[in-house]
């Protein structure tokens, strides 16, 4: 068989015969018909194959590559050693039976703390466990593979500084929360809401999860709103959690997270509490029932006070 006859197959063995010169093309081609080293036959004497020109077209694609180097836009989460801090990643992961074992093998996955996933679509009886971590789900159904569910995973020289995990299950409206309180007053959440959720589900599940106790916490909120946060409608919604949980959207909206571009997966942060902390007189309480999530928010008046 000719080298050129060989191109694109591929075999357990092969011998290669130099009885005249061989271009380096010609070389390359040869060479990489066999699936290891250890099948590869050379007949007669090697010949190095003749230098390329200076103005050969591989050579200078060589040179531009090595001088325009690519560089990972994630790659300092390989790099992450620092251990006075935490890496934390969140996946909307669309099936954590489907992708245990892609996510086991990434290194970026294993080298973090926390791992926070959304649309898990997790049953009774699963596991996933990872090397090293203590593993909490949310199911998305009791037997049945749904698109919803959220898992949060913590490494386990961590779980001395937990101080509570919390789960939020929703399954009328499928609005899955999950928290984690650190006694450090750090709370780590992921929330899952299913598409054709409302406005007022999510808010819902705000208000009995985030918004119930500890609202003095600093909070991360790693989040699926099923929300596209380019359009009217999560810009308003934004506006509405900044307003009124003090939440404010970390990630850029005009950067997609999804091949559809769009952008509903997001990383949320808690600004600041419901209320001055120095002031404990009641009324400057923001409770639920002053609140018209359908427009501005409407204090009732009586001397002059917000009740």
């Known amino acids: 068989m000719t080298i050129h006859k060989s191109q694109g197959a591929t075999f357990q063995e092969a011998a290669v015969g130099f009885k005249r010169n061989l271009t380096r093309p010609l070389q390359y081609v040869a060479l990489s018909r066999v699936t290891s080293i250890q099948g590869l036959y050379i007949l007669s004497e090697y010949k190095v194959p003749p230098p390329p020109r200076e103005d050969d077209l591989i050579l200078q694609e060589m040179k531009r590559l090595r001088a325009h180097s690519i560089l990972p836009k994630y790659a ?9 801090t935490l890496q934390i990643m969140y996946h909307n992961v669309q099936s954590l039976n489907a ?34 971590f203590d593993h909490y789900h949310l199911l998305s159904h009791h037997s049945r593979r ?17 101080e509570e995990l919390e789960m939020f299950p ?60 380019m359009t009217q409608r999560g810009r308003e919604f934004c ?37 001055p902390q ?24 009586d001397d002059d006070s917000p009740k």
């Not at 749904?146 to 937990?162: A, D, N």
């Open 76 to 84: 300092f989460l390989h790099q992450y050693n620092d251990p006075n």
């Open 99 to 132: 992708h245990h074992e892609d996510i086991a093998a990434d290194p970026c996955m294993m080298n973090s703390n926390i791992l926070l996933f959304a649309e898990t679509w997790t049953v009774v009886g699963d596991k996933f466990a990872f090397d090293h």
């Open 146 to 162: 749904t698109p919803s569910g959220v898992s949060i995973y913590i490494k386990k020289h961590l779980s001395s500084m937990v």
């Open 170 to 229: 929703n399954y009328e409206t499928c609005v899955h929360v999950m928290l984690v309180n650190f006694k450090t007053k750090i709370r780590i959440a992921v929330l899952y809401a299913k598409q054709g959720s409302s406005n007022n589900d999510i808010y819902d599940a705000l208000d009995q999860s985030l918004d119930n106790k500890n609202s003095d916490y600093r909070t991360a909120l790693a989040n699926d709103f099923n929300i596209d946060m």
């Open 239 to 275: 506006e509405m959690l900044t307003n009124i949980y003090y939440i404010t959207l970390r990630n850029n909206p005009s950067q997609y997270t999804t091949i559809g571009q769009t952008t509903i997966d997001c990383e949320k942060k808690k600004v600041r509490t419901s209320y």
């Open 278 to 301: 120095e002031d404990d007189d009641p009324s400057l309480e923001c409770g639920p029932d002053l609140l018209d999530r359908t427009g501005d928010i409407d204090w009732a008046e």
